[in-house]
């Protein structure tokens, strides 16, 4: 057998601010403990009730700086002039155990993995219309009028990636959008090349004599 532990999922969950990415990895969160998210680093301030080490590790930008030249980063990006990055070691630790990794990150960022990664899962959130993205992003109300402006702007623009990813999922409604994650997790974890090196290895008597013998 080449490898007897398989290697857990990587699995990147991105789109544009305001497609509600972070409601739908919480609510996949809640109904798959085993799945892990990885907690990114950032240069903005914490929000109100936002913790550090839970919902970032938060820092300032010559700590990120510091962390890029030494390499700490697998993939970072300037989003509305705050850096975000997610940590090497942390993915790769969990990765190496078998369990399950979520990436919930911003467009620059998920193509970045994209070009290190062949065994990626890429799945862009689309909003259900932009007049809708533009209204959730008003109600989040955590932005000044010219940041909210910039994320809109940059949203436009940014739909046009989806065609780069592997999966796309409409959020019109969070528990149907996660279902289709659930979904598409399911079927990854069946793919016959990702399987090869597991359960196939070890069932492979008992699969030629059932099908050749
Ligand atoms: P927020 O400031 O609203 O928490 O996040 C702003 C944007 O940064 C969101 O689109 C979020 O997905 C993205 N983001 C969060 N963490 C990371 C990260 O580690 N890397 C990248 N590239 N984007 C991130």
Do not use: W
Not at 122 to 131: D, G, Q, V
């Amino acid at each position: 057998m080449e490898n007897s532990k398989a290697k857990g999922l990587l699995i990147v969950i991105s789109g544009p601010s305001g497609a509600g990415k972070g409601t739908i990895c919480k609510r996949l969160l809640q109904k798959h403990p085993e799945l892990n998210l990885s907690v990114s680093a950032t240069t903005r301030l914490p929000r109100s009730g936002e913790i550090d080490g839970v919902n970032y590790y938060f820092m300032t930008k010559d700590e990120f700086k510091n962390k890029i030249e030494d390499g700490d980063f697998l993939e970072y990006a300037e989003v509305y002039d705050n850096y975000y990055g997610t940590p090497k070691s942390n993915v790769e630790e969990i990765l190496n155990s078998g369990k399950d990794v979520i990436l919930e990150i911003d467009i620059q960022g998920a193509l970045k993995v994209k070009e290190n990664s062949k065994n990626g899962i890429f799945i862009f959130i689309l909003p259900p219309s932009m007049e809708e993205l533009k209204q959730r992003i008003i109600k989040r109300g955590s932005e000044t009028p010219e940041s909210l402006m910039k994320r809109f702007k940059s949203a436009y623009k940014e739909i046009n990636f989806v065609s780069r990813y592997n999966y796309a999922v409409v959020n019109d409604e969070v528990e149907t959008a996660t279902e289709k994650i659930e979904a598409i997790i399911n079927a990854e974890k069946c793919r016959v090349d990702r399987l090869k090196h597991s359960i196939l290895d070890s069932k492979e008597d008992l699969i030629h004599e059932q099908l050749y013998d």
